[in-house]
């Protein structure tokens, strides 16, 4: 296996720039995650790293070799496609050979590979049936067995489980991690489903207009993220945003008026803010806790518009009262409450975001909470 580096690379498409000059380093072993919106560039990027584009400008680097302009088969990655691409008139085993007799491997090494990525995948029996007699998900672990049989340096996923229905995503994935920690691979993976990139990932890399927003552990990205965009990619429901001015600043303490709020203070480094500055308070639809303030806590009234129980937990959209901003509740448990409903919904301040209007960037937190 082997790190991946990109340095200062650049995508064009004639006049349009795709990639915005991305520097991204990742360790020898590591599971990372591109994640982002339509549009964004992370499939780009990981054509880039498989060689299928040419970079219009930096470096890649795979292990200690820069690979910019080398071949998509110098480079010893191996890419698992969304959609498959098996060959629908030969055999499993004969899509999972097929690549390594172009490159001339020995007949006897090519049988042990093929047969070792089959008993790894469980689709042993499948070896002698073809494409069209198999399920999505048992497609999919061809397509995995495909790449495994090569033994890259680094594998490359591009949304592999978006044409598999829900529950077998799930399963899926779960299958895709343990083989990741059985094989010790570099993994880099693509997709636009952040609860994928959330359960599987050691690090998430969330693009945003061909730029990388943020790039660490998925805890870190939900709970510091670095500006509002990434806030509210990272997390579902989406984060809660509702506008709001800062009425005073100290080095320790920001306050700021929102409507329906009134006046909150929050434990964030003030040092460079002005009162009368705008501002957006984030709030995660699972932090409002369903119940009267207590001492030194802050309250607000929710009224409901709808809500969707699945029993397990319940979801409660509406708005504060006072405020016109669209607000998810994420309650646990089923909660029994319907249109016009009003709650008493207590505002957790400690976990409260407060983001610039200007930049989207996410004033820093007290020491206090950096620590936990």
Not at 78 to 100: C, D, E, R, W
């Amino acid at each position: 296996m082997a790190s991946l580096a990109l340095e200062g690379v650049v995508k064009d498409f004639g006049a349009l720039r795709i990639i915005q000059s991305v520097d991204l380093e990742v360790r020898d072993g590591e599971f990372v995650v591109l994640v982002g919106p339509s549009g964004c560039g992370k499939s780009t990027l990981l054509r880039l790293i498989a060689g299928l584009d040419k970079v219009t400008g930096g470096a890649i680097r795979i292990g200690d070799r820069n690979v910019a302009d080398l071949t998509p088969a110098k480079r010893g990655v191996a890419m698992v496609f969304q959609s498959y691409a098996l060959y629908p008139h030969m055999t499993i085993m004969k899509n999972l050979s097929f690549g390594l007799e172009n490159l001339k491997k020995p007949k006897d090494e090519i049988e042990r590979r093929v047969i070792e990525a089959a008993r790894m995948l469980e689709i042993e029996p499948l070896l002698h049936r073809k494409p069209r007699e198999l399920s999505g998900g048992q497609r999919q672990r061809v397509a995995i067995g495909r790449a495994i049989v090569r033994d890259p340096s680094i594998f490359l996923f591009d949304e592999p489980l978006s044409n598999l229905d829900a529950a077998l995503r799930v399963q899926t994935r779960g299958e895709i991690s343990r083989l990741h920690k059985r094989l010790g691979a570099t993994m880099i993976y693509v997709t636009h489903d952040q609860i994928e990139a959330m359960t599987m990932a050691d690090r998430i890399a969330v693009l945003n207009g061909g730029r990388v927003e943020q790039f660490g552990p998925p805890l870190e990205l939900f709970e510091r993220p670095a500006n509002k965009f990434v806030a509210g990619f990272i997390g579902s429901p989406r984060m809660n945003f509702f506008e709001g001015r800062i009425v005073a600043a100290l080095p320790d303490r920001v306050d700021v008026e929102v409507g329906g709020f009134g006046r909150l203070s929050l434990a964030v480094d003030g040092a460079d803010a002005r009162a009368g500055d705008a501002v957006t308070l984030g709030i995660r639809p699972n932090h409002f806790e369903k119940r009267l303030a207590g001492d030194g806590e802050t309250s607000a009234a929710f009224k409901v518009d709808y809500a969707e129980s699945v029993g397990t937990e319940t979801y409660v959209y509406g708005k504060i009262v006072g405020n016109e901003a669209d607000v998810v509740l994420h309650l646990p448990n089923h909660v029994s409450v319907g249109e016009g409903d009003t709650l008493a919904v207590v505002i957790p301040l400690a976990r409260c975001h407060l983001f610039r209007r200007d930049s989207g960037l996410r004033f820093s937190c007290a020491a206090s909470e950096r620590e936990r």
